[in-house]
């Protein structure tokens, strides 16, 4: 009689604590609580000299509708050769207030970076949930392994870095146009320090999502037959019931 023995069911797949990384995790949720700091309560720019707004932050540009009024400025006539020059000052209006030495350029410019900002601070809450759940789909784990939403993030802070440097410039124009015989500086404040603090910390997450120890992705069709697999199916012959065999032949 024949029988059937079966190895124990075993289960090949690795656990999904394996692509999790609370490392990561840690940077990115430190990511996130300084970019919206940046954002929402200190100042980015900073202006030396002249009728300008001195301190300016991201949050008051919030508005998208542009409001702009021109205010002549009187008792400072100058005669240029038949020609009577009249210094004017623009004000952008806000929810905060009126904005002196503000154009349309540099409205513009502060709303890029608050669009830019966002961005990161969306690619960053994408990684922190990438890394803290450990997704087993294969594009999860192709953008987590790689590192995908932290460097598009680090692209994303240098980028704000370009944007406020042309922002330093188009104001320090602005205000010299507005103030011709004044000395004009602008300069960054803290809130574009904390992004670009930010931008290393997304470079720290990128590091400990590239050198954690991977395994090979396996197929999800794989997976499921591994999974399901039994073990070897051997047979035995009891002895009891083996034919008894007869005497050996004698002449």
């Not at 404040?189 to 470079?203: D, L, M, P």
Request: aromatic share 12%; hydrophobic share 45%.
């Amino acid at each position: 009689m024949l029988n059937s023995a079966y190895f124990p069911r075993q289960r090949w797949a690795f656990p999904k604590d394996n692509e999790k990384n609370f490392v990561a995790a840690s940077f990115h949720f430190i990511t996130i609580i300084m970019f919206s700091l940046s954002v929402t309560h200190f100042e980015w720019f900073f202006v030396w000299g002249g009728n300008c707004a001195h301190n300016l932050a991201l949050f008051q540009f919030f508005s998208l509708k542009s409001n702009f009024e021109t205010i002549g400025i009187q008792n400072k006539t100058t005669l240029r050769t038949n020609e009577v020059e009249v210094p004017f000052l623009i004000q952008y209006h806000s929810s905060y207030g009126a904005l002196p030495c503000i154009n349309s350029d540099v409205v513009d410019l502060i709303h890029i970076i608050i669009i830019l900002c966002f961005l990161s601070i969306l690619f960053s809450i994408i990684a922190f949930f990438l890394d803290i759940i450990g997704s087993s789909k294969k594009i999860c784990i192709v953008c987590r392994r790689n590192a995908l939403p932290s460097i598009i993030t680090v692209l994303l802070v240098i980028s704000i870095v370009g944007v406020s440097y042309f922002v330093t410039r188009s104001l320090e124009l602005s205000a010299n146009e507005m103030n011709p015989h004044t000395m004009i500086q602008v300069t960054f404040e803290y809130g574009c320090y904390i992004v670009a603090a930010a931008g290393a910390v997304s470079i720290l997450a990128t590091a400990c999502n590239l050198l954690q120890p991977q395994r090979q992705i396996e197929d999800n069709q794989n997976d499921q037959l591994v999974e399901d697999w039994d073990g070897l199916e051997t047979f035995s012959v009891s002895l009891h019931n083996m034919p008894v065999l007869p005497p050996p032949y004698i002449p």
